[in-house]
């Protein structure tokens, strides 16, 4: 019979890279962070934050610049608005603004002095997380799932089997230049071991069509790589090439969750993302279906009944 593989460690810390300056959302990003723009009433970050502490992380590490104040602000306790509300008697409203964040759960914030890429952003939390595994959740890519989050899916994989663990999607050939791709062995159910990583490849040379997606649980190990990482493409140090070094040593594997991402840091992405948590919303969907069959009925889209 063949040994089951080492079990690793459960993560218990979460990184959150959020020291971008989110180029694709000029002007709002101007004094908005792009991680705090909402879909429907929560700020992008928030639904990040509740799918690490469901995967059981209860250290949340934030990697902001010093522009970033509304990243804190928003997890930070708000003594005004709440005997505001409390006043008025807003109890719904007032247990909204007290709970982004459950008992028993800390943040951290870290600041990254400079841009100099997601990499190095990671870097920045080396004080925090110490010598254990970790987990890595780019706010812009949202993943929407009825049963366990993203990251509780890849966090239950990492324990079972020891490794790291990527999370990965299937995108169209011709898209393979906005990714990073990866090579993998034979998948076994949702997982498959990685053998190579190429960022944003062209699709004629492109080894797979598997692609990258924001979510992460790395061993320690990737923080030395990072030290000794050279700046890449664009002058910044690349998480990507890093895993690269990382997958030359130890198990790395890409893992197919189950949900649907949206891509958040582009514009359609964020319309897709509202228009989809609007449809399934328990308050909003009939309204939202509504808005949306009269909105292309009167663009000649779909005939009106
Ligand atoms: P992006 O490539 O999406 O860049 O970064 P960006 O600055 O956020 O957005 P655009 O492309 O200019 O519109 C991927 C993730 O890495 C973080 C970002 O905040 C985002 O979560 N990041 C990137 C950092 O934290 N620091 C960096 O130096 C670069």
Redesign the pocket.
């Known amino acids: 019979m063949a040994e089951a593989p080492p079990a690793g460690r459960r993560i218990r810390k979460a990184v ?10 000029l002007p709002a ?1 101007k004094t908005v962070p ?2 705090m723009l909402p879909i429907i009433d929560r700020p992008l970050i928030q639904y990040a934050v509740d799918e690490a502490i469901e995967a059981g992380c209860d250290t949340l590490v934030f ?1 902001t ?1 010093r522009y970033k104040h509304a990243v804190a602000d928003y997890f930070d306790k708000a003594y005004e608005l709440e005997q505001k509300l409390e006043r008025a008697g807003k109890t719904e409203q007032l247990e909204l603004v007290r709970h982004v964040l459950p008992e028993g759960v800390r943040a951290v914030f870290v600041t ?1 002095a ?5 990499g ?2 990671v870097l920045c939390a080396r004080p925090v997380i110490g010598d254990e595994p970790f987990a890595v959740l ?3 890519d949202l993943i929407w799932n009825r049963g366990p989050g993203a990251l509780k899916q890849m966090a239950d994989a990492a324990q079972a089997s020891g490794a790291s663990v990527i999370a990965t999607q299937d995108v169209p050939r011709a898209q393979t230049g906005s990714y990073g791709i990866v090579a993998t062995d034979d998948f076994r159910g949702r997982q498959g071991r990685i053998t190579a990583m190429v960022e944003k490849p062209d699709p004629a040379s492109a080894p797979s069509t598997l692609a990258v997606v ?1 979510r992460y649980v790395l061993s320690p190990r990737i923080f030395d790589l990072l030290e000794a990482t050279a700046p890449g493409a664009g002058g ?1 140090i690349q998480l990507t090439d890093a895993i690269s070094a990382l997958l030359r040593e130890q198990p790395v594997l890409a893992y197919r969750f189950q949900g649907t991402r949206f891509d958040c ?1 582009t514009h359609i992405g964020l319309v897709e993302a509202t228009i989809r948590y609007a449809l399934d919303h328990e308050v909003l969907s009939d309204a939202a279906r509504q808005m949306m069959q009269s909105a292309l009925g009167e663009m000649g889209v779909v005939d009106q009944e």
């Open positions: 959150f890279p959020v020291a971008g300056l989110g180029t694709r959302f990003t792009k991680e990697v610049n990254q400079e841009a100099l890429g997601l190095h952003a780019l706010p812009d924001g910044e840091g």
